[in-house]
């Protein structure tokens, strides 16, 4: 019998990308940006999307942070904000690291 999978902070120097699962879109029947995958879709809310928007493999997660931070200058604590969702978007399988 195994206990509960230790959870990790994301750190600023990892690249998360999208899980092959799914697929990341804005679907404008439902006027937000979407996670579809076989068994459904995920409708995301606004700051979700942003995000999700700039996972590509490519980013490191100071990257989307310096950039919604940007984009959002008058927000406050989003750089914890947007670790806190990279960790539950891994939590949830949406994104690998």
Avoid: H
């Avoid at 697929?23 to 937000?32: G, L, T, V």
């Avoid at 999700?52 to 490191?60: F, S």
Wanted: with cysteine.
């Amino acid at each position: 019998m195994s206990g509960p999978a230790e959870v990790t902070e994301i750190t600023l120097d990892q690249t998360p990308t999208l899980n092959s699962m799914f697929r990341f879109q804005w679907e404008k029947a439902q006027d937000c940006y979407v996670l579809l995958y076989p068994e459904g879709m995920v409708k995301l809310n606004g700051p979700a999307g942003e995000v999700l928007a700039l996972v590509d493999g490519q980013r490191t997660a100071a990257d989307i942070v310096q950039a919604l931070q940007s984009k959002f200058p008058d927000a406050e604590g989003i750089d914890r904000d947007i670790l806190d969702f990279l960790g539950d978007a891994r939590e949830q399988l949406w994104i690998s690291l």
